[in-house]
């Protein structure tokens, strides 16, 4: 019998608001950036990263909180 194929279940999607690699610019064109992976962003950039390469951001690191 042979398997059918189905989509592989959507990535979780990453938070970047929770990521320390995350921060706000200055450019209204370009307001979200990652440290890590050295962009400015339209959109989220682990968005980007998911658009790009098709894979969940690997550089996500959970802020530490006070």
């Known amino acids: 019998m042979i398997p059918e194929n189905r989509a592989s279940p ?3 999607p990453v938070d970047c608001r929770k990521c ?3 921060y706000i610019t200055w450019d209204k064109k370009f ?3 990652c440290k ?3 962009f400015k962003s339209a ?3 682990a968005a980007e990263v998911l ?3 098709g894979r969940t ?3 996500f690191q959970e802020k ?3």
């Open 20 to 22: 320390r690699h995350y």
């Open 51 to 53: 658009a790009a390469s």
């Open 31 to 33: 307001p979200y950036g």
């Open 43 to 45: 959109r989220m950039p």
């Open 64 to 66: 530490k909180r006070a």
């Open 57 to 59: 951001c690997l550089s």
């Open 10 to 12: 959507a990535p979780d």
């Open 36 to 38: 890590a992976a050295g």
